[in-house]
């Protein structure tokens, strides 16, 4: 039962000391930053989804009027409350306890911030609380929608030969990698495909899910598939740029690694419900070979043919006979 609940509400309960590694990665900080600096205007209203430490908050509010900052867990209200007093327009900023899955402003709102990102759009609840807050708020105040931060995620997934033996020890778990650093234990087998381009403010789909080929660009074990979720978290119209943000790669091991060599095609089927648990997408992945498969068809075929052609024979024999 406590097992069920955990799994349920992961990423839903980030402990307090956890919020203390988000603090200290630079480019979420960096990135997040930038990108509420750019999209906040002076006077303007925010409302941010999950406010944690209230850290985003506390960017917004250096040029907004007000923030409305909405966190569900108890520990977390009360330590951003008393992060926000210490720092300077944190006056500006109320923290409200209530589940981002419900709550709406009591106004309209201009920018709304929202990071319940996990890679992959799993474990954490950003596409449903979303989904939800824009049904709940075109009915309120019937639109224009506010501007998301971030505006989109793009998600991918890459065929790589993962080495997951460990001093003699083999284990292939799931394991996270971070995506600004090189990776010795990874060796990449093709490009990343990409199977989903989510703009927050459009109508979207909450399965994620891909049923497609990658082309093998090296020979390998295929054993390991590699999920990107990088997020625009905005677009400046002005240099044509984005600001972005990678969530950590993580790294499925395959039930059956495949032999690959150049130029193979495997197909790649997966779908799961956006904030699922991990094993959402390796439960329903399935990697094949695409050309090996064609290829025994092909041979099939081939038997088939000449097997019809020596009945055709046979039979001209037996007339003959
Ligand atoms: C990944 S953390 C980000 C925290 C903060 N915005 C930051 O960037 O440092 C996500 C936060 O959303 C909160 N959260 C998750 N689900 C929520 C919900 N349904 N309603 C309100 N807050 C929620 C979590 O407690 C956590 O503090």
């Not at 596409?127 to 929608?145: N, Q």
Request: glycine share 4%; with cysteine; hydrophobic share 40%.
């Amino acid at each position: 039962m406590q097992n069920k609940f955990e799994s349920l509400e992961l990423g839903q309960f980030i402990p307090l000391h956890y919020h203390h590694n988000m603090l200290n990665d630079n480019n979420r900080m960096k990135g997040f930053k930038e990108a509420i600096n750019l999209v906040v205007k002076p006077g303007a209203k925010v409302l941010e989804l999950g406010g944690g430490t209230g850290v985003q908050s506390f960017f917004a509010a250096q040029k907004a009027q007000k923030v409305y900052c909405v966190e569900r867990n108890p520990e977390l209200v009360s330590a951003a409350r008393s992060f926000l007093a210490r720092n300077i327009n944190g006056d500006k900023i109320e923290v409200i306890q209530a589940d981002a899955l419900y709550y709406l402003p009591p106004e309209p709102v201009d920018v709304v911030i929202c990071e319940m990102l996990h890679t992959g759009l799993l474990r954490e609840k950003q596409m449903s609380v979303i989904d939800s807050f824009k049904k709940r708020y075109l009915e309120k105040f019937d639109g224009p929608l506010p501007v998301f931060v971030p505006e989109a995620s793009i998600q991918a997934i890459q065929p790589i030969e993962q080495n997951f033996h460990f001093e003699d020890f083999y284990a292939p778990t799931i394991l996270f990698q971070d995506p600004y650093a090189t990776h010795e234990r990874s060796k990449s087998l093709g490009d990343p495909e990409v199977f989903q381009l989510l703009s927050y403010a459009d109508p979207f789909n909450q399965i994620c899910h891909w049923d497609g080929e990658i082309i093998m660009a090296e020979n390998g074990q295929l054993n390991a598939l590699r999920l990107i979720t990088r997020n625009i978290l905005a677009v400046n119209m002005l240099t044509y740029s984005t600001i972005d943000w990678h969530t950590q790669y993580i790294i499925f091991p395959l039930s059956v690694p495949l032999t690959v060599t150049k130029g193979d095609h495997i197909s790649i089927r997966f779908s799961y419900q956006g904030g699922a648990p991990l094993n959402a997408l390796s439960d329903s992945l399935q990697v094949c070979f695409v050309n090996k498969l064609a290829s025994v068809l092909q041979s099939a075929s081939e038997t088939l043919h000449c097997s019809s052609n020596l009945q055709s024979e046979i039979a001209e024999t037996a007339n003959i006979l």
